[in-house]
């Protein structure tokens, strides 16, 4: 009974919180009368029904979920969850692979997965920034933007394929990436958050007012599709195309089914080049800059060329993802990087565990996938959105995967579990 005090001002104050928002956001509402003008309509009810969810559960985290998970979050599990996330992740890659051929998946579902791996793709981008070399960035959609720019005006002006562009359109927002990671080196949390959110907001603004290379608020059309070895998509069926080369009848699919294996191999090679580039001297050295920045310097390791590189080979990888997007859609315009993209990658990051590559799979398939899966739910769907992530970060406040395995260890190699890593820290 010690705990049911503080429990019980745990949601009181919760529950004031969640009246404040809750009697703007669902008590009222504007509606349209039959006489076609506007009126105010209260739905105190319904705020008084989530009130008192809000109060139940967060008294019910209080004082059972939350002693009993402190007791059982030990590092004794965390070997065993490491195992199972190696067979895991096996498994997941085999269902990646031959997903087109499950039968009674249709190009829906195909396209959602190929809008899930493109959010991998960026997660694991950021991760390299936020999860190992902890350097919070809150305007990273600014490289996914340089990226798909760079591949539309290449192709527009110069008419570069995309197999050109692609290396390019990485080349230059890493470039910018350098050009982030000079002005912010000697700063660090909220302050470097900040400096990064404004940049994303510069890049945005520039492609919105410079009308003249970048179409402004009209975006870029008619951007190239990318081809099989030089073998073009088309319903044609013309000799020189896909489908007459393989004797196929054209359809459709046959790109989309392209375009869902383009993105899994560049998600791939993202998560290989990460795996390969952790376990060198500059991965280590982006680890210890996690950890703590005054004793990185202690053991004379370059902070300046630690952040430069992590800062330039996330950028490169949200280029990469870029490119794709714009040969995907065939049409980009400022509205599709703005802020809520950054927010979504950094919360897929965090959510999966930073600087666990499985759990920001995981988080990804769970944010993009689950949130269409609720789009029959009209306004609703964000309450129960936001409603698991509040979940996951309550049972799991260090992500999905919280435990990880050191790069580099003395003696036995084994798995540190969730409490022993600092929040917000990997």
């Not at 076609?36 to 319904?46: D, N, S, V």
């Not at 376990?279 to 902070?303: F, S, T, Y």
């Not at 630690?306 to 049409?331: D, E, H, P, V």
């Not at 409490?419 to 990997?426: A, D, H, M, N, S």
Request: aromatic share 12%; net charge positive.
């Amino acid at each position: 009974m010690k705990a049911l005090g503080p429990a019980l001002r745990d949601a009181a104050k919760a529950t004031a919180v969640a009246f404040g928002l809750f009697v703007v956001m669902v008590g009222l509402r504007t509606d349209v009368s039959p006489t076609g003008a506007l009126f105010l309509r209260t739905r105190w009810a319904e705020v008084a029904m989530l009130c008192g969810a809000i109060f139940a559960a967060r008294l019910a985290i209080g004082l059972w979920v939350t002693p009993r998970f402190m007791k059982t979050a030990g590092s004794s599990m965390a070997g065993p969850l490491a195992r199972i996330g190696s067979f895991f992740a096996i498994g997941l890659l085999v269902v990646a692979v031959i997903l087109p051929a499950i039968p009674g998946i249709d190009r829906g579902q195909i396209d959602l997965a190929i809008l899930v791996l493109t959010y991998i793709m960026l997660g694991w981008g950021l991760n390299i920034v936020v999860g190992l070399a902890g350097l919070l960035d809150l305007g990273y959609v600014a490289f996914y933007a340089v990226g798909a720019y760079s591949y539309a005006l290449l192709a527009q002006y110069f008419g570069l394929s995309f197999w050109a562009c692609l290396p390019l359109a990485g080349i230059l927002a890493a470039f910018w990436g350098i050009l982030l990671g000079f002005p912010v080196l000697r700063l660090r949390g909220d302050y470097l958050a900040i400096v990064t959110l404004a940049f994303g907001e510069i890049i945005r603004i520039i492609l919105l007012n410079w009308v003249d290379l970048t179409g402004g608020p009209n975006g870029i059309s008619g951007i190239p599709r990318p081809t099989f070895f030089g073998l073009p998509f088309n319903m044609s069926g013309d000799p020189g195309t896909f489908a007459h080369f393989f004797g196929l009848e054209p359809s459709p699919t046959h790109r989309v089914v392209f375009l869902y294996y383009l993105i899994l191999c560049l998600a791939l090679l993202t998560n290989w080049v990460t795996i390969r580039i952790r376990r060198q001297p500059i991965g280590r050295a982006w680890e210890a800059l996690r950890e703590d920045e005054v004793a990185c310097r202690a053991l004379g390791i370059n902070v300046t060329t630690t952040k430069l590189t992590a800062f330039a080979l996330g950028a490169m990888f949200g280029g990469f993802a870029g490119a794709f997007f714009a040969t995907r859609q065939a049409f980009i315009s400022p509205e599709s990087f703005t802020f809520i993209e950054s927010a979504m990658i950094l919360a897929i990051v965090v959510l999966g565990g930073l600087g666990s590559q499985l759990g920001v799979a995981v988080a990804a398939i769970v944010m993009i996938g689950g949130f269409e899966l609720f789009r029959d739910l009209g306004e609703w769907r964000m309450l129960v959105f936001g409603a698991a992530m509040v979940v996951i970060m309550v049972l799991r406040p260090r992500g999905l995967v919280g435990s990880r395995t050191p790069t580099v260890a003395l003696g036995q190699r084994r798995a540190i579990g969730a409490e022993f890593v600092g929040e917000g820290r990997g």
